[in-house]
């Protein structure tokens, strides 16, 4: 079992920046970053395989968004710059113990209880 806390999230003006982190109770061999705005589909924002360090981001952010681990690999970010009003969602934390690591939400076994981004234009 793997507990998540998400943190970090707000309100910013479009232009802004905001650093979520998630602190988790074990490892997980992969963690990654969704967010699900009303009405919409949840859709992975960014992932990292903690042995490797690999990161994979979705095109709507790349460039403005960057996941990362601290040295112990308990605690994830999301530095979050360029922020645009599309970005307004909840922001959720996820990992998977083993196996394969993707940006399907579907494989992930653990999930934080979300941070609210709003970003205003």
């Known amino acids: 079992q793997v507990q998540l806390v998400e943190s970090g999230g707000g309100s910013v003006q479009a232009g802004g920046s905001l650093r979520l982190s998630c602190a988790a109770s074990g490892y997980a061999y992969c963690m990654g970053w969704f967010r699900q705005a009303p009405g919409k589909d949840r859709e992975r924002v960014a992932h990292?395989?903690?042995?490797?360090?690999?990161?994979s981001y979705a095109d709507s952010v790349k460039g403005r968004f960057t996941i990362s681990q601290d040295n112990a690999k308990t605690t994830l970010y999301l530095q979050m710059n360029s922020l645009k009003p599309e970005d307004t969602a909840m922001y959720y934390c996820a990992a998977r113990r083993g196996g394969t690591c993707s940006g399907s939400y579907l494989i992930y076994d653990y999930w934080g209880q979300g941070t609210q981004v709003t970003v205003s234009s």
């Open positions: 990292i395989y903690s042995g490797s360090g690999f990161t």
